[in-house]
């Protein structure tokens, strides 16, 4: 744990250097093809079987059925993708999951693998360590992979099921990550109310620390690189956006009436935060996650990669569970990340499906009414969140 101004105000300093124009500049691109697929037998065994008969060319990977197994065992799913905290068994997952070519439904029945191992085991149960070591395991084996069709959408939902550690600035908090994962002691907070995990965290849930880089060479996860590459596929795209825009309205119902971050406690200091200096960066965030959603989806139709937006769109729209809005109350109750993802919607999606900022000021309108916000204040949190989503837009992928 870091001390109570040192840590938040070093990190407030970073944040006001990170927003100009071209931060992310050199973090936002495109996934390149190849992987060096580390061959490890550690955990449980999953041994490699070539066949021919896929797509395009070349052999594809025939999933051997020791693997197909896993998708409908939790615990021995969670065990085979666990890299440990010193990663050692990292290998173990790359030699499961890291193949550009799967032959048959084997992809699709990865994806269900990668979600068994690493979702909580039921609504309201938090991440283990072990499931939480496990996302990280699948991030980093599927760094700079071109994923197979069919992987995709199981991937994810092992994203969103992490919402808040896969939308922490990794710029500013590789640092504090020391391992692939962290115990759930480590949100408590500090005396001015702040926790470099996030905000609004529940207690008990373990974290996966997708910023770490201090495992073996060969080792790190690239989570805004893995979103790039799943945002290439349809259902995958609705399963992240429905995540951000449902993360969105938790966030939102648990902030005071101005608009501030209900833990936040004044500590006196000369460069201390306020109680908006947190909800400001992770609004932010959320809307730059956004933008970065839509930014893919227009390169990906200008390069060919979507050859039929309309098509996509269609697709997209058909996996999208519906529209999220907060509750009309502030709450007061913290759930595991995984809830987050699966919060029931609220009603059908409406306006413009692809215009992000539309689909989130129009919940912070709703909300800022109900709520009878401060003009001023909710004027402020919707200028942050349209500069940071056009923002996004605007970077070069």
């Known amino acids: ?5 040192s840590s938040a105000e070093r990190v407030t300093a970073e944040r006001g250097g990170r927003r100009g124009l071209f931060r992310w500049a050199a973090e936002h691109r495109l996934l390149a093809c190849g992987v060096a697929v580390a061959v490890l037998a550690a955990g449980v065994a999953v041994p490699l079987a070539v066949a021919g008969g896929g797509d395009g060319p070349g052999p594809c990977h025939r999933l051997p059925a020791s693997a197909r197994a896993l998708a409908d065992d939790p615990a021995a799913a969670t065990k085979a993708l666990d890299p440990g905290a010193d990663l050692a068994r990292l290998g173990a997952a790359k030699q499961l999951l890291a193949h550009e070519r799967v032959c048959g439904d084997g992809a699709r029945v990865l994806g269900r693998v990668v979600t068994a191992a690493t979702r909580a085991a039921g609504p ?3 991440h283990t360590m072990a499931q939480a070591r ?8 599927l760094h700079d992979v071109d994923l197979p069709a069919g992987l995709a959408p199981g991937v994810a939902r092992m994203v969103a099921e992490y919402v808040v550690d896969a939308g922490r600035d990794k710029m500013l908090h590789d640092d504090d990550a020391t391992g692939p994962a962290a115990p759930p002691e480590a949100a408590r907070l500090d005396r001015s109310g702040y926790v470099w995990l996030g905000r609004l965290l529940a207690p008990g849930d373990a974290h996966a620390l997708f910023e770490y880089g201090g495992g073996p060479a060969g080792s790190g996860a690239d989570i805004e690189g893995l979103v790039a590459e799943l945002a290439k596929d ?3 795209f609705a399963v992240l956006y429905d995540a951000e825009r449902a993360y969105f309205a938790y966030y939102l119902e648990h902030l005071t009436r101005e608009g501030g971050d209900p833990d936040h406690r004044a500590t006196g200091r000369t460069y201390a935060t306020t109680a908006t200096t947190w909800p400001d960066n992770d609004l932010e965030d959320i809307a730059d996650r956004v933008g970065d959603l839509m930014k893919y989806r227009a390169k990906y139709a200008e390069d060919g990669t979507v050859p039929d937006l309309a098509a996509f769109d269609a697709r997209v729209r058909a996996h999208t569970r519906g529209t999220f809005r907060p509750a009309s109350r502030q709450l007061r109750s913290r759930v595991p990340m995984g809830d987050i993802a699966d919060r029931p919607a609220s009603g059908p999606l409406r306006g413009p499906l692809t215009d992000g900022r539309y689909q989130l000021q129009t919940v912070l309108d709703r909300w800022a009414r109900q709520r009878h916000v401060p003009e001023r204040r909710a004027a402020a949190m919707r200028q942050l969140m ?8 605007w970077l070069t992928v």
Do not use: C, Q
């Open 1 to 5: 744990m870091h001390d109570g101004g």
């Open 124 to 126: 309201g149960e938090p």
């Open 134 to 141: 496990s996302a990280y395991a699948v991030a980093a084996a």
């Open 234 to 236: 349809p259902e995958a």
């Open 386 to 393: 349209d500069d940071a989503y056009v923002r996004a837009l």
